[in-house]
Nanobody, 124 residues
Framework: QVQLVESGGGLVQAGESLRLSCAAS????????MGWFRQAPGKEREFVAA????????YYADSVKGRFTISRDNAKNTVYLQMASLKREAAAVYYC?????????????????WGRGAQVTVSS
């Protein structure tokens, strides 16, 4: 079993940066693909970014490409999401997820473990 805990959320102004962290415990996720999703009020959970088990491959939603960076430190069992040039539409609860299978995964159904989320609020 894997427990995931997100941190680093908060209130920022549009154009600013924020870094989210996802700490895993219970079982190492060093061999797991990891992903970030977000869900705004009244909307479905959407894919943001994914990273392979060793970090050699990453994939981003078009809406964040070039501004968000996903990375991982397997020694710390932690995954990060660096968000730059934040826009108001980025406001959402951000969820970290771990998969049981390898590969770059972009659908929520592909992930087995989820954190409780971190709120990101972007003001104008």
């Amino acid at each position: 079993q894997v427990q995931l805990v997100e941190s680093g959320g908060g209130l920022v102004q549009a154009g600013e940066s924020l870094r989210l962290s996802c700490a895993a415990s219970g079982r190492t996720v060093s061999s797991s693909s990891m992903g970030w999703f977000r869900q705004a009020p009244g909307k479905e959970r959407e894919f943001v970014a994914a990273i392979s088990w060793n970090g050699d491959r990453t994939y981003y939603a078009d809406s964040v490409k070039g501004r968000f960076t996903i990375s991982r430190d397997n020694a710390k069992n932690t995954v990060y999401l660096q968000m730059a040039s934040l826009k108001r539409e980025a406001a959402a609860v951000y969820y970290c997820a771990a998969a049981r299978v390898p590969g770059i995964l972009t659908t929520p159904q592909a992930y087995a473990y989820w954190g409780r989320g971190a709120q990101v609020t972007v003001s104008s």
